[in-house]
């Protein structure tokens, strides 16, 4: 066990180290030197005088911020003799099967290159580059032959994976008082019952006050809308994300909900900002690689037969796009149960090739059949696929969707929906432990449903229709497409203001 004090060291000193390499660490150095032209600041009491400077005009809260930011990102730290693949799962047979999982997603992939006899990535002609710069808003418009692309996995073929999950050591044991859970997941994790989330959702009680329930038009705005829509403006004003954090847990008013997120997730849209955006959206122009038509594919099975959603086609297309090729997002994997895939690199006339690999050309005929001899596995030539390491399945754009009510500014709608997911909607498609993790939603999910709504839980049972097969897909799309957007949100406020997944189970029960 790791000693609180030596824990607290080590968290201090990794959010030093973190700020360090940011930009508002430069900031802050060139705000200080400026403060020292200012007559208020005196030699004799030059530290303190700086730090009321930086208090005075903004940049303290900036900084308490962006320390707070990275607390709700990243995991306490573990002991340090502690190996890295236990920072990334405590468990075993977890890591065993999401490595499984990924081999079997990285031979999908494989097999659709050899079928269509394209490769993982090349760069576009120039006329094509012209092209797609000339309509990259309007890229709805564009209808490319997508009928041999398939998605690589749907929900429901991970589910499967997730059904047959064992724990090896628990199977050899005798513990029979988890034989006595009837669902499909059959893991022996701790999740809370039902006390146990009354006390840490305790502002979702019904004698508080709920923006989507007590704003409805039986109650008079006075009793509580007008009160809270006040208390969201002045916490706005105070540009405090903890503030943030702990008001939307009873809901934000429509005109609030962008600026407040945005202070949440601690995203500011500077000019940095959109132009590492524009960066981005110049390497989709001159690469052209098979995940796009994988993002095409899912657009228009999804979102684009969507009554809400079809009318921010384009801005999917943007956002995923780019998503795709952003590399930061990279970071997420040291607190993740994945691993990004590698692929290994040749050049090729006037372009790069890329082929897919997880261990060896033996997994991965198509690999060893196009690299040249010697390069496959070999890290001189290793790149991740995609750029960003995550390879989208259907449903994989509805997690931006319901974003484009909030964001009509594309730098900004990518960079909330960058930090949604590598703050949670990546724990909805991995295989972990985590109490936010897709396994742990699932098995909560199944153990509040028998225990308090048994008779419901047997009969489904009865006639076939596992609950969990239903609620399965909700769950993995966090409820994308499935809930009207206004009631989403507000689900979706919740999950920020917690900083957790688990609401998802508790709602669809």
Not at 262 to 288: G, R, T
Request: glycine share 4%; net charge negative.
């Amino acid at each position: 066990m790791l000693d609180p004090d030596r824990g607290l060291s080590l968290t201090i000193a990794r959010v030093v180290q973190r700020l360090q390499g940011s930009s508002l660490h430069s900031q802050l150095e060139r705000q200080a030197r400026v403060s020292l032209h200012k007559p208020e600041i005196k030699l004799e009491s030059l530290k303190e005088d700086i730090k009321d400077f930086l208090k005075t005009s903004g940049w303290e809260k900036k900084l308490q911020n962006a320390v707070y930011s990275e607390l709700n990102v990243f995991p306490l730290p573990c002991h340090p003799a502690a190996p890295p693949e236990h920072i990334k799962e405590p468990l075993a047979y977890m890591r065993k099967a999401q490595g499984s999982w990924e081999k079997r997603i990285l031979k999908s992939l494989n097999s659709m290159c050899t079928e269509l006899s394209i490769p993982l990535a090349q760069k576009r002609p120039v006329s094509e580059q012209k092209e797609l710069l000339n309509k990259w808003n309007e890229m709805g418009t564009d209808e490319p032959d997508l009928s041999l692309f398939r998605p690589v996995y749907a929900p429901k073929d991970f589910l499967e994976v997730l059904m047959n999950l064992r724990n090896p050591n628990y199977e050899n044991g005798e513990q029979p008082s988890f034989r006595n859970h009837l669902g499909l997941i059959q893991v022996p994790l701790k999740v809370k019952d039902i006390s146990e989330l009354k006390e840490d959702f305790s502002e979702l009680g019904l004698n508080i006050g709920q923006l989507g329930i007590d704003d409805s038009a039986q109650v008079p705005p006075e009793f509580f809308e007008n009160e809270h829509v006040r208390v969201g403006q002045k916490v706005l004003a105070e540009e405090d994300s903890a503030a943030a954090q702990q008001y939307v847990r009873q809901g934000c008013p429509t005109a609030l909900r962008a600026e407040l997120w945005a202070l949440i997730l601690n995203i500011s849209n500077q000019p940095e900002d959109i132009l590492y955006y524009e960066q981005l959206k110049s390497n989709v122009i001159q690469h052209d690689l098979l995940v796009d038509s994988l993002i095409y594919k899912d657009v228009k099975l999804t979102a684009s037969n969507d009554d809400y959603y079809f009318v921010f086609e384009d801005y999917l297309y943007q956002v995923l796009l780019c998503f795709s090729r952003d590399t930061s997002v990279l970071e997420h994997f040291t607190y993740s149960s994945a691993t990004p895939p590698k692929s290994y690199i040749q050049a090729k006339c006037d372009f790069q090739v890329l082929f897919l690999s997880r261990t060896s050309a033996d997994s991965f005929p198509l690999a060893a059949s196009y690299v040249t001899r010697g390069k496959l596995g070999m890290e001189e030539y290793a790149v991740f696929y995609p750029p960003n390491g995550v390879i989208p399945f259907h449903g994989f754009s509805m997690y931006v969707a319901p974003l484009c009510f909030l964001y009509h500014e594309p730098s900004k709608l990518y960079q909330i929906f960058r930090e949604m997911y590598v703050r949670f909607f990546f724990r909805l498609h991995s295989i972990s432990s985590h109490p936010s993790g897709i396994v742990s939603l699932c098995l909560l999910f199944e153990t509040l449903l028998q225990t308090h709504l048994p008779q419901l839980f047997y009969h489904l049972r009865e006639i076939g229709a596992q609950p969990l097969r239903i609620s399965f897909k909700w769950m993995v799309r966090a409820f994308s497409g499935y809930l009207a957007t206004d009631q989403l949100l507000l689900l979706w406020d919740r999950i920020l203001g917690y900083n957790s997944l688990e609401i998802l189970a508790g709602c669809t029960c």
